[in-house]
């Protein structure tokens, strides 16, 4: 028999029965993340039924979809869910303070060997520090917060081992792109995809959390990275000291696929529309000229990505036919780029920072794209109409691939060459 896996060790020990044979286990779950916008679907059967929360320390809420509202119909259903919020006495409710993702793993409810669900898609990306964490819909999740347990069936897990050395001008959002072209949309679904970084250097946790977060756009139930002394700096800048497990795979893990990625070989990678995994080299693309950039979401909005644009609009301008719309990941992401002087040097070039939120990314406000725009962004899905009218057209880009652009202009194959860095 082959050695278990990170996230057959997790759900085993999270089982509430010792039978591994079952196709689906009763697991308890350490965590629930809640966004306003899908907990809202919820509240109407969970007040009906007469449920209350099983465990309100162990869940984290945010209304970050809808913040601020930029509608009245919003802002009655963010009031909806603040609310139900205040009335289940929520500790952890965090207002107006960012993206649920992020701030769920500046979190302390977040640990290393962890198994959390969520209301939203992205929960994946707490596998960047070693958690096992992913999305469920609202009926599961009224579930879950009633009773903390959900079922679950033990993925299929495919292996990625990252080797090489990251050249400087790429990052974790050019090693997912890459995975995508390599896996397709459905290429992990309903598998676990388990990151070896064999790396020299280590790849930074922000890139492990880009990583992480878009496993969910292969088809992954969980992304997560084997934990190692990165996944340990973070917690213990975190939290003072590491409290959770640190779970690895057995030497012997049985693996459905293993796949090599030497990241030395790795360039700047572009999706073009309508899907994050119609991906090519930029140095391949036809020149697109763009209207629109965005720097954000829960995928690339940390600090690293604010910074590395900062750094490329220093003594730059944006492009005077380019509207470059750059949104923080959270409130504290926000304030550590507001003293590192990144905010200062982007508004100087004709940046725009916008509050903590989801923003654009899902076509909600603060750069909404219109039917004649082009927009490169670093936010994790370009689909018909995910930023805004069904026309417009949204190219997926790392955080220095979109401020490059937005002082070009256009979204060009050379964008690197002229500085001799690709």
Known sequence: MSGRTISDKVIDAHARDGDDTTLYRLVDVDAVLGPDATIALLIDDFERRGLSIWDRDRVLLANDHFSPPATAERADISNRFLAFARGQGIPNLMLDSGISHQLLVEHRLCQAGGLIVGADSHTVMAGGIGACATGMGATDILFTLATGTTWMRKPNTIAVRFHGTLPAQSSGRDVVLALLALLGESGAQYR???????STPALCQDDRFAIANMAVEIGAKFGVFVPDQT???????RDGELLGTLVR??????????IDLDLSELDARVAKPWSPANVVPLKDLEPVRITSAFLGSCASGRLSDIGVAAAELTDRRVHPDVRFVVIPASVEVFKQALRAGYVETLIEAGAIVEHSSCGAC???DKGVLGADDVCVSSSNRNFRGRMGHWQSRTYLASPRTVARAAVRGVLAPDLYRDVGDQ
């Open 192 to 198: 676990c995809l388990e990151f070896h970084d064999e």
């Open 231 to 237: 996944t340990v700096d973070y917690y213990v800048a």
């Open 249 to 258: 795979p057995d030497a012997d893990a049985g693996y459905e696929r293993v």
């Open 362 to 364: 899902g076509g909600i």
